[in-house]
């Protein structure tokens, strides 16, 4: 929990020292776009765009191993069962 609290206030620490060191106002042109900010809200931006982009592009496959996953377990649950009957067959007395 501590080492949680430590790191993240490492990552606002370094985050707002970026942000102090990158303050200057920059113009980006993007074909018919112009958006002006400054250099850090615009560097910042950026990343959470490929970060976000990076998640959205994974989640296909995470979905694909947790059907996976669930499936096996419904295997796992009925082989089992199987085990289980054979071992331990009803007494017909």
Do not use: D
Request: proline fraction near 4%.
């Amino acid at each position: 929990m501590y080492s949680a609290l430590l790191a993240l206030l490492l990552l606002l620490f370094f985050a707002v020292a970026f942000s102090i060191q990158n303050s200057e106002p920059i113009i980006l042109n993007f074909f018919a776009w112009t958006i002006q900010g400054s250099r850090a809200l615009i560097l910042l931006s950026a990343l959470a765009l490929g970060v976000g982009l990076t998640l959205l592009a994974a989640l296909p496959i995470y979905i694909k191993k947790i059907r996976l996953i669930a499936k096996q377990q419904k295997t796992i649950a009925t082989l089992e069962q199987s085990v289980a009957q054979f071992t331990h067959p009803p007494s017909n007395t």
